[in-house]
């Protein structure tokens, strides 16, 4: 879809928002029989809000691609999944601590931590037995295969877990800024980079587009980390929906606390840019993902 001056971007990514929120509703695990409590416990944080950006993107670039039909909803709610559960861990008393999460109480809060950790894991393997409905909806099971292998990756000990494993042994201690950059890159830019890959690979792009993304996904990952950075210095908890000086709190190096508030959100800046010249030269309309790429570097919650 084209952006033009009659779209309103906010308008847009609202109505693109509740899409992914209604094709997440179609794969929640039900809450019945004996397990129905760790369902429940699964669908409280699937359901607790959120942005569900990546989920947003991986469809935009689905589509920037030529995508057609309907493989491209069970990755989406896949990969909100695959989030979901990265973010019940994280809060954990052994890793963040943290009691809210997007303006409620976390799942150990509510659910006890035993259970938020069965809930955690149980959503990472529910985001797979989602994806794989995707070969029953697709010509092209070559695709899906090829964009399974991506989610996997992204999300394991090459990406979003090795970050936070990472970022767990290291914890309270100080870092450079290539330790710090490694960290950012994998927990928070490798799920961004598998959302804009998968939506290329599930419409047919070429590899050279699908690289592209993941550069694009690289930088926009760091940016957007950089940002929750300043956030956690300068934003309000009410307006976050979770703890501000959490960072602080935890003895956490940060962008912020490595090169300062003004350098950091330049950083940001540079980032964001950077990737939206990569968008420019794909030879694709790019206009929503790139006031998309905006809106993240300049969002204030």
Not at 94 to 99: E, G, Q, S, T, V
Not at 141 to 149: F, G, N
Not at 165 to 178: F, I
Request: hydrophobic fraction near 40%; charge should be negative.
């Amino acid at each position: 879809m084209k952006m033009g001056a009659s779209v309103n971007f906010k308008d847009e990514l609202a109505r693109r928002t509740a899409r992914a929120e209604e094709i997440l509703k179609q794969y929640l695990p039900p809450e019945e029989g004996f397990a129905a409590q760790a369902a429940r416990a699964m669908n409280y944080s699937l359901q607790a809000g959120g942005k569900r950006l990546r989920p947003v993107m991986m469809e935009e670039a689905w589509r920037m691609y030529g995508g057609t039909g309907r493989e491209i909803e069970p990755f989406m709610a896949g990969m909100e999944m695959i989030h979901t559960h990265s973010l019940i861990h994280d809060d954990l008393p052994a890793l963040d601590n943290d009691d809210t999460r997007r303006g409620k109480p976390t799942s150990h809060v509510v659910f006890g931590e035993a259970m938020a950790i069965l809930a955690g894991d149980m959503l990472l393997n529910h985001a797979y037995e989602t994806m794989l409905k995707a070969f029953c909806m697709t010509e092209h099971p070559d695709r899906a295969a090829r964009a399974l292998c991506v989610m996997a990756e992204k999300t394991g000990i090459r990406g979003m877990l090795g970050g936070q494993s990472v970022d767990v042994e290291n914890d309270g201690t100080p870092l450079d800024r290539d330790l710090l950059n490694y960290i950012y890159e994998n927990k928070t830019s490798a799920l961004i980079e598998a959302s804009l890959m998968t939506g290329a690979l599930l419409a047919g792009a070429e590899q050279a587009a699908v690289e592209v993304m993941e550069a694009c996904g690289r930088r926009i990952g760091l940016a957007f980390q950089i940002v929750d950075d300043i956030l956690d210095v300068t934003g309000e908890t009410a307006a976050l929906g979770k703890p501000v000086h959490s960072d602080e709190k935890n003895h956490k190096t940060t962008y912020v606390t490595l090169y300062g508030l003004d350098r950091s959100r330049k950083k940001a800046e540079e980032l964001t840019e950077e990737a939206i010249g990569m968008l420019e030269q794909s030879g694709t309309d790019c206009a929503f993902m790139k006031e998309l790429f905006r809106a993240l570097s300049a969002r204030t919650r």
